[in-house]
């Protein structure tokens, strides 16, 4: 069964991130004050065991194919992949953006909209995988022909892939339901049905291979039957589900949710997609240049993607310590012990960089060994085979820094960093060269790309890490009180709480300020940042930088390596907290979305304050310090954030004045008699409808 190894780093780290961070307020930050190398031995051994499983499950079925139908069938099997990929990619999409939907619901208490986001993404996974399997049976040959199928790997591609596209609806679907089992706080069940289906294929395999000589058709059936297991017992779950009721209601088919959906899962399709593109290039590469050579196409073809394939479980043991080690990294960023952010990191790269460099002897000076693993094939063969492991991993070595490099940064919430990182190597780096160096050394170039692709994207990890770990030096460790304190002589005769959306420099948080001492009640907005510094263990800092920003890249980061960032968690978190204050008393809220995280309350005010951007400059440079010729950049950047973070969590246009009572220029009346007209408003809007009751 053809799967990926990013599918099993979310299963296992979504499940133990989340975990780790509910341990951390139960168990006196464990995160916090554990010894480093034990918890990255208690977080990330699960992971590492969970991917290595995955890569041998691709790796057992290609061993099978090796010894009983011969290269050929290898090779054809690897000009099928790519359509099991996109498949992957689109149910990556669907249940890990289904899984972080019902994740964000649950945590705003809207469990009918949570349902309603699962029924969605089960539904369009439905759709799309029997649109998917119709297409790949109808336009079979076309497509092995986009992803390099030579006439000598035609006929064995066609009959494993015609099996293989029959299988692909329960593949995707359960591989959807998958990622939502485990956001239902099922990982055990979500990791048993995927063991169950890899030990049904490795036992089908050679069944069906040896003893009923069924050849590449009997690895296909192996792999659809093992698939159909898994995708009934996950079924089987949908009457299980802990946190939500699946009725028909939910499955009812609602574009703009299916949609978000999408959106919180793109950067899982992103990442399968991107794969699928390089090997769609590395295959028409090796058919070309391979034809004239002595080795012709199916051995360059056959042989490099069984490489890709060893090198995965390279991959699986540093991904596994680096994403098991993405919770202490998160921890202890945001509380500010950096020695600890440091250590851990040290740590991680050290291990990285020991089974990096032990891979590197062993392709370097066995590569006939691993090769003969799956099967034998003649001189060539073995030739070529032995040049595509010293060549194309040639720099294998640099594996143990770039991919610890970003999921560390995504750990610590710096998701540009952690996207180029992650997308660099093989979209920027890894295509360019096997185009351009192909042209100039023919097959050859093909392989000299592997670690011309790895140099350059170990040399961007080193340098964004070099630069990170000064930072960290410098940081300073005090954190400042950031309580708002208010008179609270209240002159309301209702709980009214008035939420205040604001340009930034426009002077809607003095405004706010100035109607909570008006009307005698509580001013929130910082007390927010204190109140789950306290609870989390995170510094005040870090959560006032991260909090209510959110930039376009971020998106591509969510679910790559964990399902909800670290937004997403202080967004949940700051979501209870207001919901919490709104419940006891009147007050003033300011930003962080209140108002749709109000708005089915009927005693809530919702304002948005605007100004010029002429007065928004001035703010910035008297009140913020900033320079002159800078502040007008950096507010609209500021006000981008803003407008994407609300954006992201309310499907809402952020300055839309459909979203608030009133919508108020600070510059046309001031400030103070803004606040006077706003305090006006609320009483006669609540107050009065006190007397005509009373009345």
Request: glycine content about 8%.
């Amino acid at each position: 069964m053809l799967k990926s190894e990013k599918r099993t780093t979310q299963i296992q780290v979504l499940s133990f991130y989340a975990k780790g961070m509910k341990k951390v307020e139960k168990e006196e930050n464990i995160l916090g004050t554990e010894k480093i190398g034990k918890l990255i031995k208690k977080f990330s051994i699960p992971c590492i065991i969970s991917l290595l499983v995955n890569s041998l499950y691709n790796i057992v079925d290609q061993i099978f194919i090796g010894h009983g139908v011969g290269y050929l069938g290898n090779g054809a099997t690897n000009v099928v992949f790519p359509l099991t990929m996109i498949c992957l990619a689109f149910a990556l999409m669907l249940g890990d953006g289904a899984a972080s939907y019902l994740s964000l619901k649950l945590g705003e208490k809207k469990k009918e909209e949570a349902a309603k986001g699962v029924g969605n993404g089960i539904l369009i996974s439905v759709i799309i995988a029997i649109i998917f399997c119709a297409i790949t049976l109808i336009f079979l040959p076309q497509l092995l022909n986009i992803f390099g199928c030579t006439d000598n790997l035609r006929d064995y591609a066609l009959k494993y892939g015609g099996i293989i596209a029959m299988g692909l609806p329960f593949m995707m679907i359960g591989t959807t339901l998958n990622s939502i089992i485990r956001a239902d706080g099922s990982p055990k069940f979500s990791m048993t049905t995927m063991v169950t289906g890899a030990v049904l294929n490795i036992i089908l395999d050679p069944i069906l291979i040896f003893v009923f000589h069924m050849g590449v058709e009997g690895a296909a059936i192996a792999t659809i039957f093992s698939q159909f297991v898994t995708f009934i017992l996950n079924i089987a779950y949908l009457k299980k589900f802990k946190s939500i009721i699946l009725n028909k209601e939910a499955f009812h088919l609602r574009l703009s949710i299916g949609k978000r959906v999408a959106g919180l899962g793109i950067s899982s399709f992103i990442t399968q997609m991107s794969f699928v593109f390089v090997v769609a290039v590395e295959n028409n590469l090796l058919a070309k240049y391979g034809a004239e050579s002595k080795f012709g196409s199916e051995i360059p073809i056959t042989v490099l993607g069984i490489v890709m394939k060893i090198s995965q479980i390279l991959n699986s043991i540093i991904i596994g310590i680096a994403a098991g080690s993405q919770p202490i990294f998160g921890y202890n960023y945001g509380a500010r012990k950096f020695d600890r952010v440091k250590k851990t990191l040290k740590m991680v790269l050290g291990l990285s960089l020991v089974i990096s460099t032990i891979a590197f002897i062993l392709f370097q000076t066995i590569p006939e060994k691993l090769i003969s693993i799956f099967g034998n094939g003649d001189s060539n063969y073995m030739e070529f085979a032995c040049l595509a492991f010293r060549t194309y991993l040639l720099l294998c070595i640099c594996n143990g820094i770039q991919i610890p490099s970003g999921i560390f940064f995504q750990a610590i919430g710096k998701s540009i960093k952690s996207a180029v990182l992650s997308l660099s190597r093989q979209i920027a780096f890894l295509i360019p060269s096997m185009v351009i160096l192909s042209s100039i050394f023919g097959l050859m170039g093909v392989l000299y790309a592997g670690p011309v692709a790895d140099g350059l994207a170990f040399v961007i990890a080193i340098i964004l890490i070099i630069f990170e770990v000064k930072k960290l030096k410098n940081e300073s460790h005090k954190s400042e009180a950031l309580i708002d304190d208010t008179s609270t002589d209240n002159q309301l005769q209702e709980q009214v709480v008035i939420t205040i959306a604001r340009e930034y420099g426009s002077g809607g948080r003095y405004v706010g300020r100035l109607i909570a001492d008006k009307l005698g009640i509580k001013f929130y907005d910082k007390d927010f940042i204190e109140k789950i510094a306290q609870e989390t263990g995170l510094s005040a800092e870090y959560i006032e930088k991260n909090e209510q920003k959110r930039n376009a890249l971020e998106s591509l980061n969510n679910g790559y390596y964990i399902g909800l960032n670290n937004a997403d968690e202080l967004f949940l978190k700051e979501s209870e907290l207001i919901k919490e204050v709104a419940d006891k008393e009147s007050c003033v809220i300011i930003g962080r979305c209140a108002d749709f995280i109000l708005q089915d309350r009927k005693n809530v005010f919702k304002v948005f304050v605007y100004s010029d951007m002429k007065n928004k400059i001035k703010r910035a440079t008297d009140i913020y310090g900033f320079e002159k010729d800078k502040a007008e950049k950096e507010i609209k950047r500021i006000d981008k954030l803003r407008a994407n973070h609300y954006k992201y969590y309310t499907e809402k246009e952020w300055n839309n004045p459909a979203n608030y009572d009133i919508c108020i220029n600070s510059d046309t009346l001031g400030v103070e008699k803004s606040a006077d007209l706003i305090c006006g408003l609320v009483k006669e809007k609540f107050c009065n409808k006190i007397v005509t009751q009373m009345k």
